[in-house]
Structures are given as C-alpha cells and as structure tokens.
C-alpha cells in the first residue's frame, strides 16, 4: 500500500492495482514452472528409461513371447552362463522388460519384417509368383 485510502475513489484505485500486481506475480509463477520443467527434461527422460527396465508391455502377447524365449535362450544359456545365480535371475528379467517396451514402440516394423522372413518361397530362394501376376 502506497497511500492512505481516504475515499472510495482511492479504493478502487488501490484494488485495480493489487489486482494487476496479481496477475503479473501469476505469470512469473507460471514462467518459473515452465523453467523448471524443461530443466527437469532430462531428469524426466532418464526416469522414464529406468522405468521401462522395470514394467513390462504386455500388449504384444507373441512378439514379446518370442523375445522372452530368445532372451533366455542367448543371454541365459550363452552370455551369462558362467556368471552367478543372481546376475542370470536379475539381467534377463531386466531386458525383457526394456525389451517389451521397444516392442511396443516398433511393432509395425517388427511385424512386416517377420512376414517377409516367413513368407512363402520357392525352391530359388524368392518369393513365389502367383499365375495371375506372372500373365501381366
């Protein structure tokens, strides 16, 4: 307060004031969270990965099957299989959950390459040509 409020005049005056100064000290409020937040970015990103290691997507039910397996089988039986009962527990846990995740993220990509591995060829090696497309 600047003044003594002699009138009412004065209050309103003193009013419109205090209210600017309001809406000017909530700006700067929500400036500095914006700051913080995009300090934060990378403290973010960085719980975000450690957190992938630690839930598992189980949205794709026979690719993260199939990962799980292979998982196992490599990293268990061939990678770790000289290490101690807790880190063969621990590292394939571990990624299959991080792999899950990139799964999930991929899964069109991971889907189309499966098919094109798996689909149907001839004794050459290529894809086999069905009659009507071989006429055109």
């Known amino acids: 307060m600047t003044k003594q409020i002699k ?6 005056e003193e009013k419109d004031r205090l209210e600017s100064l309001l809406k000017q000290q909530k700006q700067i409020v929500r400036d500095d969270l914006k700051q913080m937040g995009e300090e934060l970015k990378p403290v ?10 630690f839930t598992r997507d189980n949205h794709n039910l026979l690719l993260n099957a199939g990962a799980n397996t292979l998982i196992d089988i490599f ?35 991971l889907i189309k390459k499966l098919f094109a591995w798996v689909g149907k060829k001839n004794a050459n090696g290529h894809e086999k040509v069905h009659k009507e497309e071989e006429k055109d």
């Open 75 to 109: 990293i268990k039986r061939f990678i770790l299989s000289k290490t101690g009962w807790f880190t063969r527990l621990v590292v394939p846990f571990l990624v299959k959950n991080y792999s899950s995740h990139i799964i999930s993220d991929k899964k069109g990509t």
């Open 7 to 12: 009138t009412y005049k004065d209050l309103l």
């Open 44 to 53: 973010k990103s960085a719980l975000d990965t450690a957190g992938k290691f």
